[in-house]
């Protein structure tokens, strides 16, 4: 790892509150989902959230916020985690609000086509900036940037009833698409404007999230089935020796967990799992299996800290 | 996002599982940039935290995203002042007398050999208008029709950028012979 320059931990956890506040939403977001399984399970299929239920969803988000913000992240921590956990448990969510979020959001409790933790997310995200927000105020700074991020959206819009003949798509004001264009835009037009030229697209959506009342309305009115198109990566192309590694550890897998992954995932229908295989009971124990070795998988990938090629061969030596 | 094989299926799952302790929080923003812009690559420790941090691979994510956006506002940069970033295909016209010139409206390719080594020195030169709407900051790069890159990198005050390595076995006049040959400008 580069060497990072030293800043001391108050302006650390400052900066995670603000400058690099996207990162430290991302890591609340990410743990808050990691350890909300049973808070799904709990509300999926459910029409009319009642009074007995909403207590039970309030403990349900009492659990996770420990298990995922009131613990340490780690032990030991290095300066940057102890300040980003900082950070996020300055930001912890309020698990009221989050309460009655959940209890008018269709999405979330599986009522529509959007995977539920998806909705989940989305409602945490639009929670989280929101409290952000109340806590950083509209400061004259970013009246000033609102009123220059109207300027350019007002702009694509003329740009677009021009060359169309009408006006954009229903929701495209409240879109990724709309927010990579008016960045697209600053960078073309305004790439030295002191205000606006290093506003990310994320932080462009949290003004229009806050400030824009059609997207707004947005999310309150159809809460988070607003399908968010987040930018994607492919693992595939971003670790290649990840495959390589991967591979590796399904060796080491025991069996039936090795075969299991073998038929699941790589093809190998020709594999013969169980005598119970075409049964209900036998389907159960095939998912449980395939969840084992995932799990097994994972913390076998994760212990593969710089291992090299070279490396394992020298480990190889070294063992014999 | 393309379909994906089995075992990039299975990476996918098993990326899911993953935790975030923060320890992605110390990868920053910049230097995935440097790494997609190529002016540096990861360190085995930073493959190792992109490979199991998701907060690692939000900020790759992001500076992706970001470094797509840049490429796209530079070119309609581009396209809005009228410049013309590319040849369009060349007629073979390179001998082996170097240094040899590939013109083109907006900008200049000049081929001729390395002064020490057997290498080549190859020089791209952005007119003035090019030059106007090109920073200090933007890496551009000169890709050919096989978008095999030629030079890469930030221009210098002559509006010049330089590159000594050459990515052929055969030489440049061998290479600007070949049917379809044409050169290009974008940003990196």
């Known amino acids: ?320 | 996002m393309k379909n994906k094989s089995g075992i990039e299926k299975l990476l996918s799952d098993v990326l899911a599982l993953q935790q975030e302790d923060g320890r992605g929080a110390e990868l920053t923003e910049e230097r995935v940039r440097d790494v997609l812009l190529g002016t540096e690559s990861f360190t085995d420790a930073e493959e190792h935290l992109l490979a199991s941090s998701p907060l690692a691979r939000h900020t790759y994510a992001a500076a992706l995203e970001e470094v797509e956006i840049e490429r796209e506002a530079y070119r309609q940069r581009c396209e809005r002042a009228g410049l013309h970033t590319s040849t369009g295909n060349l007629l073979a016209a390179a001998t082996e007398q170097y240094p040899f010139v590939i013109p083109s409206d907006d900008f200049l390719v000049t081929v001729r050999p390395h002064p020490i080594d057997d290498g080549w020195v190859i020089t791209l030169a952005l007119s003035e208008q090019f030059r106007r709407i090109s920073g200090p900051a933007d890496v551009l790069a000169l890709v050919d029709d096989q978008n095999v890159t030629w030079v890469r990198g930030q221009l210098n005050v002559y509006g010049e950028i330089h590159s000594y390595c050459w990515p052929y076995h055969e030489s440049p006049a061998e290479r600007a012979r070949r049917p379809g040959f044409a050169l290009r400008v974008l940003h990196a």
């Open chain 1, 1 to 320: 790892m580069k060497p990072m320059p030293n800043i001391d931990h108050d302006r650390l956890v400052e900066l995670y509150l603000t400058g690099w506040w996207r990162k430290t939403r991302a890591a609340i977001v990410h743990r808050f989902l990691h350890c909300s399984d049973r808070l799904i399970e709990l509300i999926r299929g459910v029409d009319v959230v009642d009074e007995e239920l909403h207590g039970r969803i309030d403990t349900e988000i009492e659990h996770i916020i420990i298990q995922a913000i009131g613990q340490p992240w780690s032990t030991p921590m290095t300066a940057r985690q102890r300040a980003i956990w900082d950070a996020a448990r300055a930001a912890c969510p309020d698990r009221r609000i989050l309460v009655q979020m959940i209890a008018t959001d269709r999405a979330a409790r599986g009522l529509s086509t959007i995977p539920p933790k998806h909705a989940l997310g989305r409602l945490l995200k639009s929670h989280l900036d929101s409290c952000h927000w109340q806590v950083l105020g509209l400061t004259e700074h970013r009246a000033r940037v609102w009123s220059k991020l109207r300027r350019i959206s007002a702009e694509l819009f003329r740009e677009y009833q021009a060359q169309h003949g009408r006006d954009p798509p229903p929701g495209y004001r409240c879109s990724p698409h709309h927010f990579r264009d008016i960045r697209t835009r600053i960078l073309r037009d305004d790439p030295h404007d002191a205000r606006i030229a290093e506003i990310k697209v994320d932080t462009i959506e949290e003004y229009f999230g806050r400030l824009c009342e059609e997207c707004r309305q947005m999310v309150s009115l159809d809460e988070a089935s607003f399908d968010e198109e987040q930018p994607q990566i492919d693992e595939s192309d971003l670790h290649p020796r990840l495959i390589r590694m991967l591979k590796r550890c399904i060796d080491q897998l025991e069996e039936p967990l090795q075969r299991v992954i073998r038929i699941a995932y790589l093809g190998d229908k020709a594999l013969y799992w169980s005598p119970t295989q075409d049964t209900d009971a036998g389907r159960t124990e095939f998912e449980r299996l395939r969840h084992e070795a995932l799990r097994q998988l994972r913390s076998r990938l994760d212990t593969f800290r710089g291992d090299t090629d070279e490396e394992q061969v020298r480990n190889r030596k070294t063992l014999e």
